[in-house]
């Protein structure tokens, strides 16, 4: 007799199925009992109504402050000890000054556009830096974060190209010819899109009523909208290494005519992987020589990678180094706060609301940057503080570059970022920084 089918019930008639059993999810099981100790917090609880406005007032520098503060330090460069306040090496250094004027810009609009900044005195960098610069010389610098880089080589080349065009020495500067090629004087590149936006904008202030043409191209951006200011004329082209090559390669950007290159923050460019791409557009791209152009390298510190480019891309250079390498400017007040990681969004909405009880007028409303680990974290904490009451918004990769942009046009309180190493814009216009 052959045996019944798997599928058949061969059981006896009065067998019955045997219950299923019943899903409880997680939190509703039984769960044991467990007892957990918690350490009390190792930095001391404020007494009565939470208030930290005062530990980050000191983070506003008015311009009387600032004023006295660069007097100061250059009363104590002058009567302190036999070090200078800046490291120079090299050789027929140009003598340092200490104020704007006399830098001997080639016309009053710099002189103009410095009192427009709103500029003072320059900085230990800037009084080493600019007049080497202006004198033709090749630069390597490293310099504090927040000392001013950006003018140290700003001015540097836009005094040297309006020199050119009122002796009419260089033809062609600024125009494109018959295949729509620009041809820029000036060079400047910069690791990441935020940072090449933000030496833009400080260039168009410097070289305001100069007739000075100076145009962006970033990465994350439609290039269509780049090619037309392309088109419109260049003297200083201000672009990330990846987007250069790509311009380059279309033939909408020739170097030839290049006789000023600087390089800022050219650590970061190395520790992200754009070596390649600094050396074949400096070196492969029919750039000027080392001697036929003038080098600028700037840099927050000086590991090997960067001496060795210094070698390779600088002629007769002179080395500067101000404070400290790799440390901050003094004038930005750094203070730790040690938190539970469960008080963390309370502590930081007692912050906002003490700074917004502390702003009076809308010029000084106070921007928060808030760095995060994850970008589901970052989408998290908007919405939070959002319904907290906080014009808050999150920035991170999976936003495209238009929306970036438009962001940042946005009255928000606070940022919330997923990356210190490549978003820093607004960093001049910060008052608290949470990480």
């Known amino acids: 007799m052959s045996s019944p089918p798997w599928f058949s019930h061969s059981s006896s008639a009065g067998s019955t199925r045997r219950p299923r059993s019943t899903y409880l999810p997680p939190h509703l099981r039984t769960q ?3 007892t957990v100790t918690i350490p009390p917090p190792p930095y001391p609880k404020p007494a009565g109504p939470f208030d930290i406005s005062e530990k980050f007032d000191e983070l506003e ?9 660069l007097e100061e330090n250059i009363i104590k460069t002058k009567k302190v000890g036999p070090g200078p ?4 090496s090299g050789v027929d250094i140009p003598p340092a000054v200490t104020s704007f004027d006399e830098m001997g810009f080639a016309t009053k609009a710099l002189g103009d556009n410095v009192r427009r900044c709103k500029y003072v005195n320059p900085t230990p960098i800037q009084k080493y830096a600019i007049p080497v610069g202006m004198a033709g010389r090749d630069l390597m610098a490293c310099a504090q974060t927040g000392s001013g880089k950006t003018a140290a080589f700003c001015f540097p080349i836009i005094n040297s190209i309006l020199l050119h065009k009122n002796n009419n020495t260089i033809t062609g500067i600024g125009s ?7 041809f820029p004087m000036a060079l400047i590149l910069a690791p990441t899109r935020e940072l090449a936006s933000q030496i ?3 260039a168009k202030k410097f070289s305001y009523q100069t007739g000075v043409k100076v145009v962006v191209a970033y990465g994350g951006a439609p290039i269509v909208l780049q090619l037309q ?8 082209l201000v672009a990330t290494p990846g987007r250069l090559v790509d311009l380059i390669e279309r033939r909408r950007v020739s170097l030839r005519n290049v006789k ?4 800022d923050e050219a650590d970061r460019m190395l520790d992200m992987g754009f070596e390649r791409q600094i050396r074949m557009i400096v070196q492969q791209m029919h750039m000027p020589p080392p001697g036929s152009r003038q080098t600028m390298l700037f840099s927050a510190t000086f590991p090997d990678q960067i001496q060795r480019l210094a070698s390779d891309f600088l002629s007769n250079f002179i080395f500067l180094a101000a404070g400290k390498v790799g440390s901050s400017t003094d004038l930005i007040v750094q203070k730790v706060e040690f938190v539970a990681d469960m008080d963390k969004r309370d502590y930081l909405v007692n912050l906002l609301r003490s700074q917004r009880t502390n702003n009076t007028t809308p010029q000084n409303n106070a921007l928060t940057l808030v760095f995060v680990e994850t970008k589901r974290g970052a989408d998290s904490l908007e919405r939070w503080l959002c319904s907290k009451g906080f014009p808050s918004t999150a920035i991170h990769g999976d936003k495209i570059q238009m929306v970036i ?3 940042y046009c946005l009255n928000a309180s606070s940022y919330i970022h997923t990356c210190i190493h490549t978003r820093d814009l607004f960093m001049n216009c910060a008052t608290g920084i949470c990480i």
Not at 61 to 69: D, K, M, N, Y
Not at 85 to 88: I, Q, R, S, T, Y
Not at 229 to 236: M, P, T, Y
Not at 260 to 263: G, H, R
């Open 32 to 34: 044991p009992k467990i």
């Open 61 to 69: 520098v008015t311009e009387e402050e600032e004023e006295e503060a």
């Open 85 to 88: 306040e800046v490291e120079a």
């Open 176 to 182: 494109r010819g018959s295949s729509a090629t620009a």
């Open 200 to 202: 833009h904008e400080e």
């Open 229 to 236: 200011n392309l088109e419109k004329g260049v003297d200083i």
């Open 260 to 263: 000023y290159l600087a390089l």
């Open 405 to 407: 942009v438009s962001i």
